[in-house]
């Protein structure tokens, strides 16, 4: 009879929980971040307050490249990736924020749950992840939610709704080859070169709206950046300790917050349709990554 190995069991434990623990940090920091933007992007152009946002950015990503009290020049041996990555991130942003100024919060945060959801299936489909036939019906029924949460009636769905809509398979592609680039370089590394290109990716379209900020608008665009900064690191954490799929359910932690920042912030009572909607994908999103990550124990499990 053949027993499981107790310290590689223990090793797998520690840092699946490592990694959900990071992804938690992440979701606080994004979801405090979503407010901080709403109230900065008053006033600025949705084209150039992202630009703003990942500029100041890069500034911030450098301490964290200091080791033993040297700065570490960034190299990378995938620049091709960092490239077609910085320019997918900065189209998802770009739609992201056209939604954060038309939409209310929850409703915001509730749509994003779908990036998930494609992040799961693209890790399945591409990083050679398990494959499972039913999460075709879990697909179905996240869109059931996002049906819930749009509740289209025959008025024309707002622009925003329909960004947020767009930039989710986007974001989940930039989500997945962080997942490939974590194998080989670390999270403050592949946040720098994010940044660097994203910005680069930005700057043309804002030039093309760019009218000059006040000092506040720079100061509050200055925290995002941070909380921002601070989020990214803890998410690439959190992919190179653990699986995508496993760390994909705390995600939804971010609906509850957001939503209090909305209403604590601006008012916002998010309604029930957007409430539900939001449970149901982050349902459908829980059961298929929870149990992926028991098939995967079991894969890992001597026999």
Known sequence: MSLPDPPHAARLSSDTIA???????????????TGVARHAAVGLDPLQAPFLRYSMGIAFVLPFLFRRGRFIVPRTRQLGRHLVRGAIHA??????????????????????????????????????EARDPRRIAVVLVAF???????????????????????????????????????RTESGPNVVFFQAIIVTLALLPVAL??????????????????????????????????????????????????????????FGEVPDIFTLL????????????????ARHAGRARTPT
């Open 208 to 265: 093309y709206v760019w009218k000059p900020p006040t000092a506040a608008q720079v100061g509050w665009m200055a925290v995002v950046a941070i909380l921002a900064t601070l989020g990214h690191i803890a998410w690439m954490r959190a992919l190179i300790v653990a699986d995508v799929s496993v760390t994909q359910p705390v995600k939804f932690l971010q609906l509850p917050l957001v939503a209090a920042v909305g209403l604590a912030a």
């Open 19 to 33: 990694g959900l623990i990071w992804m938690a940090l992440s979701g606080t920091s994004f979801a405090i971040m």
């Open 91 to 128: 189209m998802g942003t770009l739609l992201w924020f056209v939604a954060l100024v038309r939409i209310p919060l929850a409703d915001v945060q509730a749509l994003s749950f779908l990036s998930p959801v494609f992040v799961v299936l693209g890790a399945m489909m591409f990083l050679g």
């Open 144 to 182: 059931a939610g996002t049906i819930v949460i749009l509740r289209p009636t025959g008025q024309a769905i707002d622009l925003g709704a329909v960004a947020l809509l767009v930039s989710a398979p986007i974001f989940a592609v930039s989500e997945l080859m962080d997942k490939s680039i974590t």
């Open 277 to 292: 909607g939001g449970a149901i994908i982050f349902a459908s999103a829980t059961y298929v990554a929870s149990r992926e």
